[in-house]
Structure formats: C-alpha cells, structure tokens
C-alpha cells in the first residue's frame, strides 16, 4: 500500500491450482509497562496519547505534532527490543517530547509526574527551560 506496511501477494494452491491474495502486515509486539509499584499493564498508544493531550490541553500545538511525538516514543520504545519497561522510562520520554513541543505543557507534565511538593521545584524545572541571557544587559540611561 502507499504507506508500505502491508505487502500484497498473489498466490497459488499446489493442490487445487486455484490462485488467491495474501496480505502481510508487520506485528510488532509493543513492550509491556512496569509500573512504580511492580505491576505490569500493556502498552497503551491512546493513554500515551491522553496524557499529552491533557498537558497539552489549550496550547497552540497542532494535533500532528502530538501524533508524531507519540510515533517517536513508540519508535524509540520498539528500538530498546526490551520485552518490558519501566513507566519512568516513558515518563521522561514523553517530557523530551513535550520540552520540545510546549514549555507550559512540560511544566504542567513535570508538575504532575515528579510529584513537586513546593515551589522551589516549580522554580527548578522553570529555570531549566527559561532562555539563558547571553550577557549583562546595557543600560540605556
């Protein structure tokens, strides 16, 4: 197909000589999650998805660029070629990914996945993502 994830085939039966279409698809076995208190849960695309769309939520970042950042987590997931992960590997995925996207969304992440406690680590994460200056700025009096 255009997209190149199905390969079409024609075949035919030894036995009977009658010829018929096979279509192939690549299944790829996404990694299961290993949460924080031990369990393990499938890999869910649309939970991923949820969870930056909710930091996302009534930011200027079009639903393309969320769609593409989930297809690089799972890409960089898949390529691990681990049968597990941690959820804290995801977590910080996704906050490469929102850093990139939107510094409010990541902030809003970060807020919630590392659990801040007071606003010194607001400060923290906020300082991180801040323009650094370039130099003393000149005086124009």
Do not use: W
Request: proline residues 4%.
């Amino acid at each position: 197909n255009e997209d190149g994830d199905i390969v079409r085939r024609r075949r035919r039966c030894l036995t009977c000589d009658k010829r018929f279409t096979t279509y192939e698809r690549v299944d790829l076995k996404m990694p299961q999650v290993v949460k924080r208190n031990g369990s393990r849960a499938d890999f869910s695309r649309d939970k991923l998805l949820g969870s930056l769309s909710l930091a996302l939520r009534k930011r200027p970042v079009m639903a393309e660029s969320v769609e593409a950042a989930v297809d690089r987590i799972e890409a960089k997931l898949l390529s691990l070629g681990e049968r597990e992960v941690a959820s804290e590997l995801i977590g910080e995925l996704v906050m490469r990914e929102l850093k990139k996207l939107d510094k409010v969304a990541y902030i809003r992440f970060a807020s919630v996945y590392r659990a801040f406690e007071d606003v010194d680590e607001f400060s923290e994460v906020i300082r991180e993502v801040s323009p650094r200056p370039r130099g003393r700025p000149r005086s124009t009096s």
